[in-house]
């Protein structure tokens, strides 16, 4: 058998077992979507192929679609051919596709609960799964009510024997308040403990290296606060546009698509405390801390940017506009774009601000964390030595080169001194040669495993949107957001907020 994944948020001490799901099905709610094609079904097969899935497995697909077991077969086996990480293989395929189901039906539909009650106990004799069921929600989050109210009316939300698990996607709301509600609509039905908020950057392999990094190490951790640390700036840049998800992005934006998560998120690891352990009330603990601590500077005027993109150029091709996007209302206000200054009030952090910046149709895709830190205190340098000397940083590069940067000043060969900037790289590729997972794969391994750390709690989403919602209710009050070509980086306001601080954005 392969050696399972290692995720290193576990005890170490079964670092080296594989982690094999036990007996258990998936239902998929949503199977006709871009993110069950692209994503949830090619890790269901990827975790199959590295033998992580018990053999009984079984995934049901639940659509408004008229489709026998061997069309939903056929759906996955495209979005399998298409989308899957590791080789197809017809072995591994024929026995996970024995255990698909289909089952017809309109979310409200009491009789479509009914056979997918039926189904999952005739697959808990056929094939074994033990009454053990992860219900995935891949549907819009006002759907969620009445598909939980059903597993609920159907008995299919509890049972005495065995799990009973709920997966939702993000958004988690569009505010505080609407995030309260959905969550109640959730707790109403499933204990705190049985629901899976997916946020997928927290299982990207070099997200999680922000915890190796900064706790297994000596050498950053005494550095890693206001006496030395100038500012960090957290970007998540992509160059595609937002491509036929007309429908879900226009009025949600850049700031609820991927700040009030994945930044934030993100940000939490780089600045939390260490926690006692990597146990998922710990480690959750430690980031709602943090996150409890961030404020907004007083001026939301001059700490925050926004900009929708317009026509340019992306991939030596010329791209239209946000607004000229099929489905985007010409008067649309949604921003492709946003930039945000934030501040941490604690004893670590106070002075120290943390730049968060997302946008769509940028130079190019780069997710990166930099660390900035502060000049030396004093230079036994004529100034002309270290014109060329900028900040030491250190970057961590979430993707796509997923590795760790530290700039530093060295003197230039020669007979004059010269000291310039220059980078010392450490890259996955050149270390290891095990490529990392895909993110859906472990977090779907680590649902069915029961295993919670890498999701938020329903308080860190709260938590999250208290800090972004003074500022989308700014935002709503100015109107348009500020036009910026595609292929650039952004609009101008986001280069002034940070010059207005005397610092500039990275040119990842
Ligand atoms: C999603 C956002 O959460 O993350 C998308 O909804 C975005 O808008 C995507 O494109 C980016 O994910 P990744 O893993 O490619 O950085």
Known sequence: MSEGPVNPLRDPRDRR???IAGPCSMVLFGVTGDLSRKKIMPAVYDLANRGLLPPGFSLVG???REWEDQDFAQIVRDAVKEFARTEFRQEVWDQLADGFRFVPGEFDDDVAFDLLRSTLQQLDQERGTGGNHAFYLAIPPGLFGSVVSQLQEHGLAE?????RRVVVEKPFGHDLESARELNDVLAGVFPSGSVFRIDHYLGKETVQNVLA???????FEPLWNSHFVDHVQITMAEDIGIGGRAGYYDGIGAARDVIQNHLLQLMALVAMEEPRSFDADSL???KEKLLASVVLPRSLARSTARGQYAAGWAGGEKVQGFLEEEGIAQDSTTETYAAVTLHVENRRWAGVPFYLRAGKRLGRRVTEVAVVFKPAPHLPFSDHSTEEL?????VIRVQPDEGLTVRFGSKVPGTSMEIRDVSMDFAYGGSFTESSPEAYERLILDVLLGDPPLFPRHEEVELSWKILDPVLEHWARKGAPEPYESGTWGPPSADEMLAREGRSWRRP
């Open 390 to 394: 900028t900040q030491n940083a250190l």
């Open 62 to 64: 639940f659509a408004r």
């Open 213 to 219: 990094m900064r706790f297994a190490n000596t050498m």
């Open 17 to 19: 077992l594989p982690r």
């Open 159 to 163: 049972s005495d024997t065995a799990w």
């Open 284 to 286: 959750r603990r430690e």
